[in-house]
Nanobody, 118 residues
Framework: QVQLEESGGGSVQAGGSLTLSCAAS????????MGWYRQAPGKQRELVAD???????NVAGSVKGRFTISRDNAKNTVNLQMSSLRPEDTAVYYC????????????WGQGTQVTVSS
């Protein structure tokens, strides 16, 4: 029904930058929130940032000022521009979309690895 395609992960040295991209396809209900979560080894998955179709954003305090989320409602895409990366940002990053109706269905991308070395 819904597919999420992620790109942009990789390895970078501390202080560097990466941009993650995600495109949703399929049956996309226009009222939704798209965003990024991450999960480091041994830790729970946590919200990094998300952005609703209505323009509301949430950004984790640990990345505020360093990461910027953007989206294109018409294209059903969301980007995460990451700068001043730190080793503690190392994690698998997952794209997410959730729809604002019914049981609020959620879909996840396969995850993309981001590794920040010292």
């Amino acid at each position: 029904q819904v597919q999420l395609e992620e790109s942009g992960g990789g390895s970078v040295q501390a202080g560097g930058s990466l941009t993650l991209s995600c495109a949703a396809s399929g049956s996309i209900f226009r009222s939704n929130t798209m965003g990024w979560y991450r999960q480091a080894p041994g830790k729970q998955r946590e919200l990094v940032a998300d952005y609703s179709s209505g323009g509301r954003t949430n950004v984790a305090g640990s990345v505020k000022g360093r990461f910027t989320i953007s989206r294109d409602n018409a294209k059903n895409t969301v980007n995460l521009q990451m700068s001043s990366l730190r080793p503690e940002d190392t994690a698998v990053y997952y794209c997410n979309i959730r729809f604002h109706f019914g049981v609020f269905p959620v879909y996840w991308g396969q995850g993309t690895q981001v590794t920040v070395s010292s």
